[in-house]
């Protein structure tokens, strides 16, 4: 195990300490928009300051909130909700934005809920549209990983979280998601490159999250709402307030239906 794992073992060991669950069995990252899922999905059995557990530093961002809450779903899965999302843009450094997944991972989750919200490249796709990640390309030039750690990344989407989506909402369309750096939105130049490479969605989160959990074994579902289209598609310069009234104009709806895929895992 390298230092990177054992110091999530030790985070995982606190947080199971501090909620009293010993074992989770699905994680979850509620990215913008999707922050109200969670009263959906399980009554609440434990809530902790995320800045409790090493590695986790304090940080605000509007719309995200640092704190580990431990759900009972009514299937009685343990669902672990990973409010502290540490965006790359923030930490600079791929490890720390890997240390909730692998955190969970030591928690004993086997799969774990990617959310985003995030641009779109498709006039088609528009602000509202949930997409059901099928791929990823990973633009920022980082890596989670380290040393010679050659990890799978064929299938890095779980075709059977998938297909579960799918049954639960048959009209949600596919899409490729590229992550940036960030923080500062693309240029329409930049856009145009991203769509010409194959990606459908641009972002600032998720990718490098995926390949930690890709590491170890995670199954992994993605799921990005769309608060915006990226620069240059629609007509208009973007905002953060116009990405935060598409998330809370898109709640309730987006709730019910992670709950719902949730529910089935
Ligand atoms: I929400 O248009 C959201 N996040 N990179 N581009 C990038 N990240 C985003 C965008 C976007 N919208």
């Known amino acids: 195990m390298t230092h990177a794992h054992e110091y999530a073992a030790e985070a995982a060991a606190i947080l199971g300490a501090a909620t009293g669950v010993e074992k989770h069995d699905i994680a979850l990252v509620l990215g913008s928009g999707w922050g109200g899922a969670a009263d959906l999905i399980g009554d609440e059995v434990a809530r902790v300051d995320a800045t409790d557990i090493p ?5 605000v961002v509007p719309g995200h909130h640092p704190v580990f809450r431990s759900l009972l779903s009514p299937t009685g899965k343990r669902v672990l909700v990973l409010g502290a999302r540490q965006h790359y843009y923030q930490v600079r450094d791929a490890g720390k934005v890997a240390h909730a997944i692998r955190m969970a ?26 997409v059901l990640l099928d791929d990823h390309i990973n633009l920022t030039g980082q890596t989670p990983l380290e040393g ?13 979280l998938r297909e579960l989506a799918l049954s639960i909402d048959g009209s949600l369309p596919d899409g490729v998601y590229a992550q940036f750096t960030g923080p500062q939105y693309e240029t329409p130049a930049e856009v145009r490159m991203a769509a010409v490479l194959g990606a459908n969605l641009v972002g ?24 915006n289209l990226a ?8 905002d ?20 719902a895929i949730v529910k089935g895992m």
């Open 55 to 59: 590695g986790f530093d304090a940080h």
């Open 105 to 130: 991972a030591a928690a004993g989750c086997t799969q774990l809920v990617l959310t985003n919200g995030c641009g779109s490249t498709r006039p088609e796709v528009g602000p509202g549209s949930v």
């Open 148 to 160: 010679a750690t050659f990890v799978d990344m064929s299938r890095v989407y779980s075709p059977r």
């Open 204 to 227: 600032m989160s998720t990718v490098l999250e995926a390949i930690a959990a890709r590491e170890v074994g995670l199954e992994i579902l993605g799921l990005s709402l769309v608060t």
């Open 231 to 238: 620069a240059g598609i629609g007509g208009d310069t973007l």
């Open 240 to 259: 953060h307030q116009e990405v935060l009234d598409a998330g809370r104009d898109a709640g309730p709806r987006i709730s019910a239906l992670l709950a």
